[in-house]
């Protein structure tokens, strides 16, 4: 069975653009989340959705927003981007989006802004 | 607020030395301890999931291990491959419920080398 996906897997783009990244999860998981990675950093919660809710957010502007669609893929949205917002964006999935259980994460989108 | 302390920051070991990460946790209420494996490059690959004091898990040469406030991971005469950073992250319980809501934090990891 396919792992999570997610596209592109590199991005270059300049301070105040906009970007949009996309997420596919594990077949049957309902519960996809996002966290970004800075270098040497753990991953940071950004947004978790399940069953196309957004049910958590982290402590993140509202240039970012997220959405997940009735197949339960999902984007990440950022918007007037800022050069702190170079890192390695993660998406995850899990079954039902509980505490207790394991998430799977995808290899990330790179996002470097120039 | 939750908090999740890795220690040390670097290892750096002889293929078969064993030795032993720190994962020290701040939760009001713990629903499940996770440990992850990150090659450079790459996601987090999923290890463990530890849920109560006194569990233990094994996969390989990697065993993990629980108490109230830590959590350990054993690393029994690794090899080249087992280089990585592990990262531990745990899911706090909540107050009130509200359905499929899975806020984790992660802490910063540990970054272990393992020389031939």
């Known amino acids: 069975d396919a792992g999570v996906t997610q596209s592109p897997t590199h991005l270059i783009k300049t301070r105040g653009q906009h970007v949009t990244l996309r997420c596919s999860p594990i077949s049957g998981h309902k519960s996809v989340s996002w966290y970004q990675q800075v270098l040497g950093q753990g991953p940071q919660f950004i947004f978790q959705y399940y069953e196309k809710e957004e049910r958590g957010r982290g402590n993140f502007p509202d240039r970012f927003s997220a959405r997940q669609f009735p197949n339960y893929s999902s984007e990440l949205n950022v918007n007037a981007l800022l050069l702190g917002d170079s890192a390695l964006y993660l998406c995850a999935s899990s079954a039902s989006g509980t505490e207790n259980q394991p998430q799977h994460f995808g290899d990330g989108t790179r996002l470097s802004i120039l | ?116």
């Open chain 2, 1 to 116: 607020e939750d908090q999740v302390t890795q220690s040390p920051e670097a290892l750096r070991l002889q293929e078969g030395e064993s030795s032993s990460l720190n994962c020290s946790y701040t939760v009001s209420g713990l629903r499940g301890l996770f440990w992850y494996r990150q090659d450079p490059g790459k996601g987090p690959e999923f290890l463990f999931t530890l849920y109560s004091a006194g569990e233990e898990k094994e996969k390989e040469r990697l065993k993990a291990t629980l108490t109230k406030k830590e959590s350990f991971l054993h690393i029994t005469a690794p090899k080249p491959e087992d280089s990585a950073t592990y990262l531990c992250a745990v899911g706090p319980k909540r107050d009130t419920y509200s359905g499929g809501y899975q806020k984790v934090t992660f802490g910063t990891g540990t970054k272990l080398q393992v020389i031939p």
